[in-house]
């Protein structure tokens, strides 16, 4: 059973950064593909970030490129998205997704994934 476990969610102002981590247990993360989604109160959950199990293919929402960035270490079980320049509209509970999958593209819905975290709250004060 996969079990994820995200941390580094907080309370930021405008303009600042947070890093947030997810840490994987179970399967061989080496074949996931991971993606971030968030949630914001009273809407869908979106997509954010994913990265391809080789850490050669990265996907982003629209909303988010240019200012937040998705790795992963294979050898820690670990990725991670590294929020800059956050805005208020980025405040919602940040997901952790992960499908373990041989295909070469990352996926970008929630349907696609089957394991998730219980995810970690960022609220961005204007």
């Known amino acids: 059973q996969v079990q994820l476990v995200e941390s580094g969610g907080g309370l930021v102002q405008a303009g600042g950064s947070l890093r947030l981590s997810c840490a994987a247990s179970g399967g061989t993360f080496s074949r996931f593909i991971m993606g971030w989604f968030r949630q914001a109160p009273g809407k869908e959950r979106e997509f954010v970030a994913g990265i391809h199990w080789s850490g050669g293919s990265t996907a982003y929402g629209d909303s988010v490129k240019g200012r937040f960035t998705i790795s992963r270490d294979n050898v820690k079980n670990s990725v991670y998205l590294q929020m800059n320049s956050l805005k208020p509209e980025d405040t919602a509970v940040y997901y952790c997704?992960?499908?373990?999958?041989?295909?070469?593209?990352?996926?970008?819905?929630?349907?696609?994934?089957?394991?998730w975290g219980q995810g970690t709250q960022v609220t961005v004060s204007s």
């Open positions: 997704a992960a499908e373990p999958s041989f295909q070469t593209w990352v996926m970008r819905t929630t349907r696609e994934y089957d394991y």
